[in-house]
């Protein structure tokens, strides 16, 4: 069944509309019409079954029939704090992060960060993530799309929200004791928790000692190294693994 | 210290020689001579601090002086059956695979692979794959390439060294019972094992059942899912977490 992703302001009761590109490529495309049953995506993260009562191109109307338990999306919530790569390797990591289930992705502009983007550009990027984001959600099946917010600084990402969550880490080249495996172990709760991966240049001393201050923890994976790109999707999955989100115990 | 990975034929006793571009590459790019060490690694995983004693743009030789214990190698040894993806992304497989960890990879072609090679352009696809190991073996700092095989059939790479693995997984969207988690905590050993990942259509139900002749058992990664190309190495980061090979316990 087709999926659609619906905010709070399509929904009221047990009706549903859907509009703009996503109404024309459900009647275009799909040549979905009255009475056909599609899912319906809600930003908290629930899902329901729904049946179209009106389709044109410009929009579609529907009726909630049930929820659908799906329990797609993991126990815990992985915050990504990703300083920006070069090139379009960040159009990757939302991707593959959101495949297999961040929760929030913030892209943060370092001292060794190459690009730099200004609040226009920032906020076109963001507007792409977000697609990316959106695309790789319906294509994984997940319940919710992550949130990619505009690029910050280092102190900013740091700030946001710092106190929700139960653990951070951050992975710096020069901590070679604390495994990602012995921290995961010891964490009072995976419930919420934050990852800061470098840019290719890596973390300054500075950045790291700052992020320290705000409660993440230097951890390795261990003697080989990896890109940026790839950093971010191994933590992950190893998190993911541990918390029992990758196929349960 | 740079790093050059050398083949049997190129050590002989405590004597070492480079030869072709990466014989260029010291000399001309690098500018190394007379006198400088570099990091020689040989193809079992032994690496040696090595001292240059002649240099030129078609060869250099040097004499070993001590080998160095780096332990940048997992102890689980993993083989990749990764059926052919679309497009360029066995690059990307191949490369980040390399990161993490693979000992080898073997391209399959299967029935919903869209891409097909005959023997000459699998030759080709095989001798880029390779190189790419290379440049991200190095960029990695790891004591050994993985060896990429040419494509076979899914028979021909079940077959191949069947014998010599402790366990084997295929990740296949119709088993949603064992997780890849109770898998690994049940494998008697995680020495050497073996890994088949489907292409974007999915394996058919025939070539999965021809993995269980061969020994594998058929696992899930949880309810989101995966593009093949996230799904190889999201398999792998977990083995190797797993194993205590992401930074020890």
């Given amino acids: 069944m087709r999926r659609f992703f619906v905010s709070p302001t399509q929904m009221a009761e047990d009706h549903f509309v859907i509009t703009g590109k996503d109404a024309f490529h459900l009647h275009r495309v799909l040549r979905l019409g009255v009475g056909d049953v599609i899912i319906i995506a809600a930003q908290d993260g629930r899902t329901y079954r729904g049946r179209l009562v009106f389709v044109d191109s410009k929009r579609a109307e529907g009726k909630i029939e049930e929820e659908i338990e799906e329990k797609r999306e993991p126990q815990t919530k992985m915050t990504l704090l990703q300083a920006l790569p070069k090139g379009d390797k960040m159009d990757q990591i939302v991707r593959q992060g959101t495949e297999l289930g961040l929760y929030r992705i913030i892209p943060v502009g370092t001292e060794r960060s190459i690009v730099r983007y200004g609040e ?99 951890v390795t994976m261990g003697p080989r190294i990896f890109r940026t790109e790839t950093a971010a999707l191994v933590a992950a999955a190893a998190i993911l693994y541990e918390s029992g989100d990758l196929g349960g115990f």
């Fill in 120 to 218: 226009e550009k920032g906020r076109k990027k963001r507007s792409r993530w977000q697609k990316i984001a959106e695309e790789a959600s319906k294509q994984a099946k997940r319940s919710l799309i992550p949130q990619v917010k505009p690029p910050k600084s280092l102190k900013e990402a740091l700030l946001s929200d710092e106190n929700d969550f139960d653990a951070g880490f951050v992975f710096w080249e020069k901590e070679q004791t604390c495994s990602l495996w012995q921290a995961l172990k010891k964490a009072p709760s995976l419930g919420n928790i934050r990852l800061l991966i470098g840019p290719e240049g890596g973390l300054t001393e500075e950045e790291a000692k700052l992020s320290f201050e705000h409660g993440l923890q230097a």
